[in-house]
């Protein structure tokens, strides 16, 4: 798994992840916001699949 999530993306991804979690711990949504965990976990990881079909990266390339 190479990583193809740069790290702007990356903090918003894990930002995001973050406060649909919150949301949902407090009650101000519901249970879908459990669904943060996925762009926690791609942010984390540094690796998206749903990146590869389209060949994207938003990391930087090895020259």
Known sequence: MKANVGNIDRVIRILLGLGLIAAT?????G???????IPLATGVFRFC???LPFGVRTCKTDK
């Open 49 to 51: 699949p749903a990146y």
């Open 25 to 29: 711990l407090l009650g101000a949504i």
């Open 31 to 37: 249970a879908w916001g459990w669904l943060g965990l």
